[in-house]
């Protein structure tokens, strides 16, 4: 399974030399399709996420390692017939819809009425991405003493770290550039005793104040991790965390 392969150090696809070689479709729809039939051959699970749009993907990467399960994107009002087939090939069960009925429409759950649904939704980002990582502690087993979190209006910080939060269990949520973190987020941090939140980004991606609303949450440490651009806050993601790959 992918995610033990992940877990153990044996990395899909990597063998010491690796070969480099181009996944790719016409557009992201049919990219995801590749992937997926790159990767599996069958899958329990599918993680299906809007693609339009980054936010509940990128939160979906660890619960889909977790999970074993491709994921694949639509867009929010209709469903292409390729990723129906799609889904029937991998011999899915379960489908796990992202987000709700305006990342992803009720007409596009009706589509699917052959396997079992789970949305994982709020009524914001926010709430939808601690939504994502409470199914994830449900699947593992597992409170990650982890927490990753991200600027949650645009997409690097959170791809950059994605493999990574996936490889740790560690589940992506999302913050605004200033204020503080909404209540759902503040309620999620609370519940369990975390020992990390690491917030991905300078101040001037997500500010100090935002930092201090996440320290008065019950998690014992709170810390940065950035560089001067997206650019090198990547680099500092990989010199802190690349060991494990």
């Not at 010491?16 to 590749?34: C, E, F, K, V």
């Not at 991998?90 to 429409?105: D, E, M, R, V």
């Amino acid at each position: 399974m992918l995610y033990n392969a992940i877990n153990t150090g044996a990395v899909y696809g990597y063998s010491g030399n690796p070969d480099i070689y181009r996944l790719g479709g016409n557009n992201r729809y049919d990219t995801a399709i590749a992937i997926a039939e790159d990767g599996w051959e069958y899958a329990d699970s599918v993680v299906l996420a809007n693609g339009d749009d980054f936010a509940d993907a990128l939160a979906g990467v660890p619960l889909a390692v977790a999970l074993d399960a491709p994921i694949l994107v639509t867009r929010s009002d209709r469903i292409d017939n390729e990723i129906l087939e799609t889904i029937e090939k991998l011999n899915a069960g379960t489908i796990y819809i992202l987000g709700g009925p305006g990342a992803i429409s009720t007409e596009v759950e009706r589509q699917l009425n052959n396997y079992e649904i789970i949305r994982l939704a709020g009524d914001t980002r926010f709430e939808t991405s601690v939504r994502i990582a409470e199914e994830l502690a449900r699947v593992t087993g597992i409170e990650s003493q982890y927490v990753f979190v991200a600027y949650a209006h645009n997409y690097p910080d959170a791809l950059a770290i994605s493999s990574i939060a996936a490889c740790m269990g560690a589940p992506i949520i999302y913050a605004p550039k200033n204020g503080s973190i909404d209540v759902t987020t503040a309620n999620f941090l609370q519940s369990a005793h975390r020992e990390k939140a690491v917030i991905l980004g300078g101040p001037s991606v997500i500010s100090n104040s935002v930092l201090n609303s996440i320290k008065s949450t019950n998690v014992n440490n709170v810390s940065r991790l950035y560089g001067d651009n997206r650019y090198e806050t990547c680099v500092k993601i990989y010199e802190e965390y690349g060991f494990m790959f």
